[in-house]
T-cell receptor, first 114, second 110 residues
Framework: ETGVTQSPTHLIKTRGQQVTLRCSSQ?????VSWYQQALGQGPQFIFQ???????GRGNFPPRFSGLQFPNYSSELNVNALELDDSALYLC?????????????FGEGSRLTVL | GQSLEQPSEVTAVEGAIVQINCTYQ??????LSWYQQHDGGAPTFLSY????GLEETGRFSSFLSRSDSYGYLLLQELQMKDSASYFC???????????FGSGTRLQVQP
């Protein structure tokens, strides 16, 4: 069983640029969610996709957008990067036979905005 | 909205027992989860309480009281490898997204 994989693991951007982060969900999982984790904080929910449709969104502006593909992999796009966007971005998948409160996280993409 | 409170840091010695508390305010949720995260690593699932009471998984146990809006994670026979951050999280009704607390950093000392 393949776990959740994310790419890239680290990247550096400058303010105003755009970034795309990628996630392959765990086999058999049809739901993907994205979280932003600032240093020393808990993950903050960005949005969730189920069968290619966004079905939940946290308190993030529209410049955070996403996609889910037919194979359930996903992308997170952030436009007009700001310094405060520097964080670890975590992808999580669910929808298999695990517990209702169980998400499977990838190792994350660490974004630094200069 | 949802908010969760947990202590920022806890220190304990190897072999001891430690309890990490979590209080929450929520308009409705399915249950309380606990996650462990080592520095530089991914959060990993530890336990989930959908109903009031105690759930035990090896050295870890988790408790939920909906009437008190309170839960805790109990770690027994602490090992050095248990040094990590621990997060409580509630699952919102209607979706699988989680709202996390700000985390408790556990330091296990020899």
């Amino acid at each position: 069983e393949t776990g959740v994989t994310q790419s890239p693991t680290h990247l550096i951007k400058t303010r105003g640029q755009q970034v795309t982060l990628r996630c392959s969900s765990q086999s058999g999982h049809n739901t993907v969610s994205w979280y932003q984790q600032a240093l020393g904080q808990g993950p903050q929910f960005i949005f969730q996709y189920y069968r290619e449709e966004e079905n939940g969104r946290g308190n993030f502006p529209p410049r955070f957008s996403g996609l889910q593909f037919p194979n359930y992999s996903s992308e997170l796009n952030v436009n007009a990067l700001e310094l405060d966007d520097s964080a670890l971005y975590l992808c999580a998948s669910s929808g298999g036979t695990g517990s209702a409160g169980e998400l499977f996280f990838g190792e994350g993409s660490r974004l630094t905005v200069l | 909205g949802q908010s969760l409170e947990q202590p920022s840091e806890v220190t304990a010695v190897e072999g001891a027992i430690v309890q990490i508390n979590c209080t929450y305010q929520t308009s409705g949720f399915y249950g309380l989860s606990w996650y462990q995260q080592h520095d530089g690593g991914a959060p990993t699932f530890l336990s989930y309480n959908a109903l009031d009471g105690l759930e035990e998984t090896g050295r870890f146990s988790s408790f939920l009281s909906r009437s008190d809006s309170y839960g805790y994670l109990l770690l027994q026979e602490l090992q050095m490898k248990d040094s990590a951050s621990y997060f409580c999280a509630v699952r919102d009704m209607g979706r699988r997204a989680l709202t996390f607390g700000s985390g408790t950093r556990l330091q296990v000392q020899p």
